[in-house]
Every structure is written in C-alpha cells, then in structure tokens.
C-alpha cells in the first residue's frame, strides 16, 4: 500500500509526457499540411477568372502579337497553291499593319466560337475559360500564322462546320447536319484544297457518333461536291476555263531534314508534342466521368488532332496553314484535364505551358 501513491503519481506523468508527445506530433502534422497547402500551384483563377482579369489575359495576347510586329519580326509569306488563297492574300501587303488586324480579329472571332463550341457541346463538364486561353496564347506565339489571313478564314469556316457534325450524336437521319458540315469543309478547301482530307475524318467522326448511315453519307457527299461544282460552272461561265488540274492542287512533300530545324522550334516542338500526350492520357483517365455522348466528342476530337499533324507532316509546304486548326482542337483537349484536375502537377505544367510560348517569342529576338 505503500507503494500504490507512487505508482499512481508515476503513471499520472508518464500520461503528461505522452499527451505532450501527441501534442508535438499533432502541432508537427499540421505546419506540414499548411506548408503543403502553402506551395499549392493553383490555376484556378485562369480557368474561371473575373472579368478583368479575362480581359487581361486577353489584352496580354494580344500585346503578344503585336510585338512580333512591333519588333520587326516579319514572317516570311506562305506558299499558295490556289487561286483563291493567292487573291486573298495579295489584296493585302504581307506584314503590314492591316494584314495583322485582320489576323487578330479572325482569331479573336474564332476564340469566341471555340468557347460557344464547348459552351453547347459540354466538351468539358464545368465553366472554363482556358480553351480560349490557350487558343490565344498559341496563336499569338506562332508569328508565322499572323498574316495567313486565308487559314483564318478557313478556321472560321471549319469551326461553324464543327457547330452541324458535334450535333449529331446518334442521330442516323441527321442528313442536313452532315450536309451543312461538309459543305462548310468543302468551301474552307476551295482555300486551302488540303482541307478536303478533313472529310474522311469526320465520316469516321459519324461512326464513332453513332450517326452513320446511307442518309448521312450521301448528305455529306452532297455538301462535299456542291461548293467544287458552283465554283467550277462560275469559273467555266466566267473566264471560259476548266482546268481541274491547276485549281485543285494537292502537292504532298514528306521529305524532311532535321538540320534545317533551329534549335528553338525543336525544343517549342518537343514540348508542344509532349504536353498533347500528357493531355491526352489526363483526358482518358477522367473520361469515366463524363457522359457518353461527351466521351464520343472527345474521342473525336483526339482522332482529328492526330490526323491534322499527319496531314501537316504530309502537305510541309502548307504547314503554316495547319496551325490554327490544330491550336483549336489541341486547347479543347490540353483544358479538359487542367481544368477538372486541379492539383500541383497541372499546375506546374500550365506554367510550363505559357513559360514555353513566351521564350519561344523571345527566342526569335535573340536568334536571328
């Protein structure tokens, strides 16, 4: 009985010292998840920003374009290959004032109709504004497209197209939807005539809609020819001439040299090509969460960026012409994952993303 106060008062501080233990471990945990919320990379504020900092971000790529012009960055004009593209582009001195506004308000259009795009369609499940982000930031990177006022103009066409194919979700007798879109395909061609090769596509973008059918594969047939044969009868009626073979010129060069490649644009390639494969696989790792029409779209979406880097790899001598069509379907597939998974590893990678563009601007000042 002696002994019992003793080991009473023992025990009574030996439960002290492991409260304090708790207590330190408890404190220790904590700073370490403050610390960790601490270096969050958060990018939320691009994907839903407040309406001036939207305006700023735009205003910011816009300042972007300019300073290629500004800074006598002038690019070298494309080589046209049709009759149409050649009067587009010679109504307007190449690297003038005016050739970039143009280019600037067909690509502040074209943003606009990306945005709708993925506004109807649900490409992406929640609000976002880093399609057109990423859309404007590439465009205005890539000084080789500011004066290709025809791919602009081809854009316009092609992305209303995309408003009539995206609504035919299993639907075998949307006829008029297959109809208008390729017509709108078909009349972008009469620009750039390597456009053409973008129907085939979409005829397996029917398939994987659900939405193929005899209907709908004629209708598609109809709108492909109608805008070809109203141009030749115009141009038969009008200058007594039916040349196919030099209106509708399809000249392929695959032959590629490395060495000829600078520095700067194998690094800007690399990682354009590297951030596509990491999208691509963030948007296959969430796609059990979007709906199933919406997993069709962007499957679509997928097959087509791949086919348009086959096709500018193909026809290298309209690879400018390509740009602006692959810098569409590549914003929609880069913001699906960056704006649904939000964590560190997104984060750091969309500062890669805009770290990437603005050196590659730099780059031409130091690299002449």
């Not at 040299?257 to 691509?280: E, G, H």
């Not at 087509?304 to 309209?318: E, K, M, N, T, V």
Request: aromatic share 14%.
């Amino acid at each position: 009985m002696i002994y019992l106060p003793v080991l009473v008062l023992f025990l009574y501080l030996n439960s002290i010292k492991q409260n304090q233990h708790f207590a330190n471990a408890r404190h220790f945990l904590k700073q370490k998840q403050q610390m960790k919320a601490h270096i969050k990379v958060s990018i939320k504020h691009f994907i839903v920003p407040s309406i001036p900092l939207a305006i700023l971000l735009v205003i910011s790529c816009v300042g972007l374009w300019f300073s290629a012009y500004l800074g006598s960055r002038f690019a070298s004009p494309v080589i046209q290959n049709t009759n149409i593209l050649n009067d587009i582009e010679t109504l307007i001195t190449p690297n003038s004032l005016l050739a970039n506004l143009i280019g600037i308000s067909f690509t502040l259009l074209n943003a606009f109709l990306l945005a709708q795009i993925n506004n109807r369609f649900t490409i992406i499940r929640t609000r976002t504004f880093l399609p057109v982000f990423a859309f404007l930031l590439l465009m205005s990177s890539w000084n080789e497209t500011h004066i290709a006022n025809g791919s602009h103009l081809a854009l316009t066409l092609l992305m209303l197209a995309f408003f009539y194919i995206l609504s035919m979700s299993r639907d075998k007798k949307s006829s008029e939807q297959a109809f208008m879109g390729s017509l709108l395909i078909s009349t972008s061609s009469l620009i750039i005539n390597s456009y053409i090769f973008i129907i085939p596509v979409c005829w397996i973008g029917f398939m994987i809609f659900q939405s193929f059918s005899l209907r709908t594969f004629l209708g598609s047939i109809l709108g492909t020819l109608a805008p070809w044969v109203l141009f030749l009868s115009a141009k038969y009626l009008l200058k007594n001439e039916l040349d196919f073979y030099h209106i509708f010129i399809i000249k392929p060069n695959i032959e590629f040299n490395i060495s000829s490649v600078s520095l700067p644009v194998l690094i800007y390639s690399a990682s354009f090509i590297l951030l596509t494969i990491i999208s691509i696989i963030g948007l296959f790792s969430l796609s059990n969460g979007d709906a199933i029409h919406t997993r069709n779209k962007l499957n679509f979406l997928v097959l087509l960026l791949i086919s348009l880097l086959i096709l500018a790899f193909i026809f290298r001598d309209q690879f400018i012409m390509f740009l602006p069509l692959i810098a569409v379907v590549f914003s929609l597939l880069f913001a699906h994952p960056f704006t649904l998974k939000q964590n560190n590893f997104y984060g750091i990678l969309f500062i890669f993303f805009c770290v990437i563009n603005v050196a590659y601007v730099i780059s031409k000042y130091i690299l002449i």
